[in-house]
Protein backbone atom coordinates (compact mmCIF):
# COMPACT_ATOMS: atom_id res chain seq x y z
CA UNK A 1 0.00 0.00 0.00
CA UNK A 2 1.27 2.77 -1.21
CA UNK A 3 1.32 6.54 1.65
CA UNK A 4 0.79 9.58 0.06
CA UNK A 5 1.53 12.50 2.31
CA UNK A 6 0.43 15.89 1.45
CA UNK A 7 1.73 19.39 2.67
CA UNK A 8 1.84 23.21 1.85
CA UNK A 9 -1.82 24.42 1.92
CA UNK A 10 -2.70 27.30 3.90
CA UNK A 11 -4.70 30.38 4.44
CA UNK A 12 -3.77 33.19 1.59
CA UNK A 13 -5.63 36.38 -0.50
CA UNK A 14 -7.13 36.58 -3.47
CA UNK A 15 -4.50 37.06 -5.97
CA UNK A 16 -1.55 34.84 -3.96
CA UNK A 17 0.47 31.44 -4.75
CA UNK A 18 0.97 28.73 -2.50
CA UNK A 19 2.52 25.34 -3.76
CA UNK A 20 1.04 21.69 -2.37
CA UNK A 21 3.24 18.37 -2.13
CA UNK A 22 2.85 15.01 -2.19
CA UNK A 23 5.21 12.33 -0.87
CA UNK A 24 4.87 9.04 -1.74
CA UNK A 25 6.35 6.27 -0.05
CA UNK A 26 7.79 2.69 -1.54
CA UNK A 27 10.35 2.68 -4.46
CA UNK A 28 8.36 2.40 -7.52
CA UNK A 29 7.00 6.38 -7.71
CA UNK A 30 7.80 6.69 -11.29
CA UNK A 31 5.25 3.78 -12.19
CA UNK A 32 2.72 5.68 -11.13
CA UNK A 33 0.30 8.57 -12.86
CA UNK A 34 -0.18 11.31 -10.46
CA UNK A 35 -2.74 13.50 -9.88
CA UNK A 36 -4.44 16.42 -7.86
CA UNK A 37 -8.28 16.89 -6.92
CA UNK A 38 -10.20 18.97 -4.41
CA UNK A 39 -12.55 19.05 -2.72
CA UNK A 40 -14.75 22.28 -1.37
CA UNK A 41 -17.58 21.77 1.14
CA UNK A 42 -20.82 20.64 0.60
CA UNK A 43 -19.37 19.93 -3.42
CA UNK A 44 -18.18 16.57 -4.79
CA UNK A 45 -14.37 15.74 -4.86
CA UNK A 46 -13.11 17.25 -8.63
CA UNK A 47 -10.39 16.42 -10.85
CA UNK A 48 -7.58 19.21 -10.72
CA UNK A 49 -4.95 18.06 -12.55
CA UNK A 50 -2.72 15.11 -13.49
CA UNK A 51 0.75 14.13 -14.63
CA UNK A 52 2.54 11.12 -16.92
CA UNK A 53 4.95 9.47 -15.65
CA UNK A 54 8.06 10.69 -16.79
CA UNK A 55 6.42 14.04 -16.37
CA UNK A 56 6.26 14.79 -19.79
CA UNK A 57 2.54 15.17 -19.98
CA UNK A 58 -0.04 16.74 -17.80
CA UNK A 59 -3.94 17.21 -17.91
CA UNK A 60 -5.44 20.28 -16.60
CA UNK A 61 -9.16 20.76 -15.94
CA UNK A 62 -10.51 24.36 -17.51
CA UNK A 63 -10.84 26.17 -14.07
CA UNK A 64 -7.25 25.80 -13.24
CA UNK A 65 -5.79 25.98 -16.87
CA UNK A 66 -3.36 28.80 -17.47
CA UNK A 67 -2.80 29.32 -13.19
CA UNK A 68 -1.99 25.53 -11.54
CA UNK A 69 1.00 23.88 -12.52
CA UNK A 70 1.63 19.91 -11.65
CA UNK A 71 4.98 18.49 -11.90
CA UNK A 72 6.87 15.92 -10.63
CA UNK A 73 10.55 14.88 -9.51
CA UNK A 74 10.49 10.79 -9.47
CA UNK A 75 13.93 11.04 -7.74
CA UNK A 76 12.28 12.75 -4.71
CA UNK A 77 8.98 10.52 -4.78
CA UNK A 78 7.08 13.61 -4.87
CA UNK A 79 4.11 15.70 -7.08
CA UNK A 80 3.92 19.72 -6.69
CA UNK A 81 0.76 21.90 -7.61
CA UNK A 82 1.89 25.12 -7.96
CA UNK A 83 -0.94 27.32 -7.98
CA UNK A 84 -0.94 31.56 -9.31
CA UNK A 85 -3.60 33.76 -8.67
CA UNK A 86 -5.57 32.09 -6.45
CA UNK A 87 -9.50 32.75 -6.39
CA UNK A 88 -11.56 32.20 -2.98
CA UNK A 89 -13.52 29.57 -5.27
CA UNK A 90 -10.41 27.82 -5.02
CA UNK A 91 -11.01 26.90 -1.43
CA UNK A 92 -10.78 23.61 -0.84
CA UNK A 93 -9.06 20.49 0.39
CA UNK A 94 -6.75 19.35 -2.01
CA UNK A 95 -5.87 15.79 -2.40
CA UNK A 96 -2.79 13.75 -3.73
CA UNK A 97 -3.67 10.53 -5.59
CA UNK A 98 -1.68 7.79 -7.90
CA UNK A 99 -2.88 5.50 -10.35
CA UNK A 100 -1.43 2.38 -11.66
CA UNK A 101 -0.93 2.27 -15.22
CA UNK A 102 0.05 4.47 -18.31
CA UNK A 103 -3.04 6.30 -19.40
CA UNK A 104 -2.42 10.44 -17.78
CA UNK A 105 -5.71 11.82 -18.60
CA UNK A 106 -8.29 10.39 -16.55
CA UNK A 107 -10.33 12.67 -14.87
CA UNK A 108 -12.49 10.46 -12.88
CA UNK A 109 -11.84 10.18 -8.92
CA UNK A 110 -12.69 6.26 -9.61
CA UNK A 111 -10.04 6.06 -11.63
CA UNK A 112 -7.19 6.42 -9.38
CA UNK A 113 -6.31 4.07 -7.00
CA UNK A 114 -4.57 5.86 -3.84
CA UNK A 115 -5.59 8.82 -1.91
CA UNK A 116 -3.44 10.72 0.60
CA UNK A 117 -5.08 12.71 3.43
CA UNK A 118 -5.66 15.80 2.04
CA UNK A 119 -4.05 19.58 2.92
CA UNK A 120 -6.43 22.33 3.20
CA UNK A 121 -6.39 25.95 0.85
CA UNK A 122 -8.35 28.90 1.91
CA UNK A 123 -8.13 31.78 -0.45
CA UNK A 124 -9.84 35.25 1.16
CA UNK A 125 -11.22 37.76 -0.56
Known amino acids: QVQLVESGGGLVQAGGSLRLSCVAS????????MGWFRQAPGKEREFVAT????????NDADTVKGRFTISRDNAKNTVYLQMNSLKPEDTAVYYC??????????????????WGQGTQVTVSS
Open 26 to 33: GRTFSTYV
Open 51 to 58: ISRSGGST
Open 97 to 114: TLRFGSTYYYTRETDYDS
